[in-house]
């Protein structure tokens, strides 16, 4: 914007005892516009010449450019759009058109758009207003009714076979549908920032049961794309929401969820205390649907922390839960962590066994996000017996499949172990490619396992 670098210009001159550090504060402080209101008249202030662009607008537009201030997130799809101005997806592509051609909004890609910080700042300010007082309610509820439902549309997918609740209130306006696994991960990459914060503002603005409900449901996302940080912070928030409702069913569902979170970012003490809460809260509140999921995720955060005798155990608890419900699937689960707490106990027979039922299991669900990881398991569960090039095929045959569903966490995690089991019978070129592509994702992610990857592309190249 050539016109915003000649007024930062014109007020750095006219301020020579202030640095150009000292304005960018002032911008990323509340009032953001008050910083380049020049002394030289209208021509030199922002918000004058944001009007000028404001004033030119049919009113439909004008109206939705205020609106748009209350998207929680940095960037907004068309979509989302269309639910803040209740309107149409059409209508709603013709306004958002108008803004941008009139500078007002930024196209950042197909159907979705960005306010510049400054304009984002001037539209705030005109939301502001207090003849928008109840439109604004209006508009920010129909826009996180529509994540709320949304994002519930995309767990449907994700994660079939979990317990849920069906969400409320019933939504103001058309949430998307999904066709596909694909489609729905899509959706939510597309989302990623956006995600927490709509949890944040569903519970700033009085509405919690939204809050929880969209921390609980796209914890499904994250749970797949390990976003462990957006997780956690949901949770958190979600969390207190359900204690403001006195909502304990939700409650002990949003605690179980939180403790997965703390479980995969190996904070293994935290999480399985609240695991234990969990399970206290589901008690009192009478509401066992996720119990034996929650056994199951209880075993693995005992197992991760080195009590693979007592996470058996407890697995087997899960596993006996499950088929007393008639969930096969979750009987498969239990059954392939049983199978890993088996080969952390030195029996590589009785882990391949509990591997083959727990793969026909998760087979039978059609959950192939399960069945990579049992496959992958298997394939490490054969590695252990000495059996490379059957581990070798399972390995391959999980790493496309993560792929399918993507896992690119899990894909990583095959991928290391196929290097190993490429190293065992000689093939080092080809087991430090497979790490390289490993170590990219785990580094993306933040994950510990690259430093143990970098560990083994430092060791010479020969066969171990």
């Known amino acids: 914007m050539p016109l915003a670098i000649r007024i930062v210009a014109a007020r750095a001159l006219e301020l020579p005892d202030r640095s150009l550090g000292e304005l960018v504060d002032e911008l990323s402080q509340g009032r953001r516009l008050d910083a380049f209101a020049g ?45 803040l101005a209740g309107v149409d997806l059409s209508r709603a592509r013709e306004l958002a058109g108008e803004l941008t051609r009139a500078s007002l909004l930024h196209r950042t890609g197909p159907d979705r758009y960005q306010f510049h910080d400054l304009v984002g700042a001037y539209a705030t300010e005109l939301a502001g207003a207090p003849e928008h007082v109840e439109e604004r309610r209006l508009a920010l509820r129909r826009v996180l009714d529509w994540y709320l439902h949304t994002v519930d549309a995309a767990e449907r997918l994700l994660q079939p076979h979990r317990p849920r609740f069906d969400p409320t209130p019933p939504p103001l306006v058309e949430p998307l549908r999904f066709d596909s696994y694909a489609d729905a ?9 956006s995600l927490v914060p709509v949890v944040r503002a569903a519970a700033a603005n009085g509405l919690p049961g939204h809050a929880w409900q969209v921390a609980l449901a796209a914890s499904a996302y994250w749970y797949i794309a390990k976003r462990r940080e957006d997780w956690l912070a949901a949770g958190e928030i979600g969390l207190a929401a359900t204690r403001s409702l006195g909502d304990r069913r939700a409650e002990g569902a949003l605690l179980m969820r939180t403790a997965t979170a703390l479980c995969e970012s190996r904070r293994y003490p935290e999480a399985i205390e609240l695991y234990q809460d969990s399970l206290r809260v589901q008690e009192a509140s009478g509401y066992r649907d996720w119990r034996p999921t929650t056994l199951n995720s209880l075993a693995v955060a005992h197992a991760e922390a080195g009590r693979p005798d007592h996470a058996l155990a407890t697995f087997a608890l899960a596993r006996d839960e499950h088929r007393l419900q008639g969930n ?28 083959e039922e727990a793969l026909t299991a998760v087979r039978d669900c059609g959950d192939r996000y399960a069945e990579a990881i049992c496959i992958a398991n298997l394939g490490e569960a054969h590695a252990e017996l000495g059996d490379h090039e059957r581990a070798i095929r399972r390995f391959r045959e999980a ?22 089991s490429l190293t065992g019978r000689g093939d080092t070129d080809a087991a430090r490619s497979c790490w390289r592509e490993a170590l990219a994702v785990f580094d993306e992610l933040g994950d510990p396992e690259a430093d143990e990857i970098r560990a083994l592309l430092r060791e010479p190249a020969t066969p171990a």
């Open 39 to 83: 002394s030289d008249g209208p021509d030199t202030n922002l918000r004058t010449v944001f009007s000028w662009s404001y004033r030119s607008l049919s009113a439909p537009a004008a109206g939705l450019f205020w609106r748009l201030a209350l998207h929680p997130g940095q960037s907004v799809g068309t979509p989302a759009v269309a639910a």
């Open 185 to 193: 991960l899509s959706w939510c990459e597309a989302e990623r920032s």
């Open 399 to 420: 790493a496309q499949l993560h792929v399918s569903t993507g896992n690119a966490h899990g894909r990583a995690r095959t991928l290391l172990a196929l290097g190993r």
């Open 328 to 355: 096969r699937w979750g009987e498969g689960v239990a059954l392939q962590n049983m199978a890993q707490c088996h080969a952390l106990l030195g029996e590589p027979e009785k882990a391949v066994a509990r591997h």
